[in-house]
């Protein structure tokens, strides 16, 4: 945990975004696995993490706008309770921990949320998006569950995601732990990736190394020799030489901070011909993109830049043709890149994206696309110092969008359908960084992880 002063800090700077009312957090709770008393690792919600710290469940915190007060509600063990958990600090003494001076039993917040009600007044709440949560907010305020959504709180969101976008000096450092974490995670991963080895074999060791040394995953491994999905949680495959694998995995710490990286490695530790130029497409569209980050600059500008940078390496292998810029523009490269280039990262793995992408990713100034490729760009607005970023573009080949898209002929001016359809057995390549945004540019975070292609066979040999 922070020390407490980060937590009242937040609160405060909370308070200064909202005018009156309420706000409510509610505090995640055991989710059942397969039955009741048996449950997932405990999880904790990120903007509770964020202004509360607390990290148990079943616990709610109140910012009370109008009387300047901050509330934490929970109940306090019993000697059932400490039989099973061992002794339990008091409520009490864990909201003091976090700056909160006002605690009391969790039946107590439903007689202030209802008195809030019955005087009329703003209660706050960001979307929620787990079951148990949606129905302890729909029974507190009285909202069905399927409107909750829609009542959530914009000038809410936008307070947190104001906060939480840009990152302070303590969060960078917890980020950069676990991308030093990743690098463990993914040179084991490179190591380990022979002719023979079953893709679950690598899978399982580097969730191993997260566990052991931080906490979870941030996010379930992709890993697989079949990257033309772009999200293979599938491990059952057998590595064969001539393949690709994709390794995208990063993990979070006990104060939920992340990483995300990803790597694609050669089975066998020797890039071909083939291999080296498709990796040698995305490595310049991933660098070209890092270079140019700087506060100010659109993040869809840079996405568009990676996307030229991906047209531009392909036309040198033939794949494409025609003005690399132009194929951009129009669209072509989506047949081999077709995600975003990145998202922003922090306490989620995709930060905030709970709080909705059009308040996270978009403004007045840069709204999301509708076409095809662009539309999955999750992030487009102008950067600003001190937001944590992935860059991670690729290319791949899907058989499936190959298919469709020489069915229609689409784009064929700038596409070589023809050498595009000896590729259909390639796999696919992301390489992916996760980056601060600083005051005149960007730092990659983290100890560098092999990336050239030098540097992945040297550390695969
Ligand atoms: N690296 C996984 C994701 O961005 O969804």
């Not at 009370?64 to 059932?80: E, M, S, Y």
């Not at 599938?234 to 979070?252: F, K, T």
């Not at 922003?344 to 059009?358: C, Q, S, Y």
């Not at 057995?425 to 990659?444: K, M, N, Q, S, Y």
Request: glycine share 8%; net charge negative; proline share 4%.
């Amino acid at each position: 945990m922070f020390p407490s002063a980060v937590y009242d800090n937040r609160r405060k700077k909370l308070r200064e975004s909202l005018h009156e009312g309420l706000v409510l957090f509610l505090g995640n709770q055991e989710v059942p696995f397969n039955y009741p008393a048996n449950t997932y690792s405990f999880r904790q919600d990120s903007n509770f993490s964020y202004f509360f710290g607390l990290d148990h469940p079943d616990l709610a915190g109140v910012v009370d706008l109008d009387a300047g007060k901050d509330w934490i509600f929970g109940n306090d063990v019993d000697i059932n309770d400490i039989i099973w958990m061992g002794k339990q600090p008091s409520i009490k003494d864990q909201a003091m921990k976090v700056g909160v001076e006002n605690s009391a039993a969790l039946s107590e917040l439903n007689a202030v949320i209802a008195e809030a009600r019955a005087q009329g007044k703003k209660i706050h709440f960001a979307p929620p998006y787990r079951a148990e949560t949606i129905i302890w907010l729909s029974d507190l305020l009285g909202i069905h569950h399927l409107e909750l959504k829609k009542n959530a709180s914009a000038d809410l969101i936008r307070a947190i995601v104001k906060l939480r976008m840009k990152k302070d000096a303590a969060e960078v450092a917890e980020i950069e732990k676990m991308v030093d974490l990743a690098y463990e995670m993914h040179t084991t991963a490179m190591k380990m990736a022979k002719p023979g080895i079953v893709e679950q074999e690598i899978a399982g060791t580097i969730e191993g190394i997260a566990l052991a040394k931080g906490g979870p995953v941030s996010f379930p491994v992709i890993l697989s020799i079949n990257g033309q999905t772009l999200h293979n949680h599938h491990h059952d495959n057998i590595l064969v030489e001539g393949r690709m694998l994709v390794i995208d995995a990063g993990c979070e710490n006990h104060l939920h901070y992340s990483s995300d990286i990803t790597r694609t490695v050669p089975v066998g530790g020797k890039f071909n011909a083939r291999q080296r130029g498709i990796y040698e497409t995305v490595l310049n569209a991933n660098l070209a993109a890092i270079k140019a980050v700087k506060p100010g600059v659109p993040f869809k500008e840079i996405h568009m830049l990676a996307a030229t940078e991906v047209a531009k390496g392909l036309t040198a292998i033939g794949l494409m043709k025609g003005d690399p810029a132009e194929a951009a523009a129009k669209g072509a490269h989506t047949l081999f890149f077709p995600h975003g280039l990145g998202h922003p990262l922090g306490l989620d793995v995709h930060d905030l994206e709970g709080m909705g992408e059009a308040f996270v990713g978009y403004d007045d100034e840069v709204t999301r696309s509708k076409e095809f490729g662009l539309a999955f760009l999750r992030f487009g607005r102008k950067l600003q110092e001190g937001f944590v970023m992935t860059i991670e573009p690729g290319v791949y080949f899907i058989p499936e969008l190959i298919d469709t898209w020489k069915a229609e002929n689409k784009l064929a001016e700038f596409i070589n359908y023809d050498l595009v359809e000896t590729y259909k057995d390639f796999g696919g390549i992301r390489i992916e960084d996760d980056i601060l945004v600083t005051a005149d540019g960007c730092r990659v975070l983290g100890k560098p992880i092999p990336k050239s292609v030098e540097e992945v066979e040297k550390i695969m040999c």
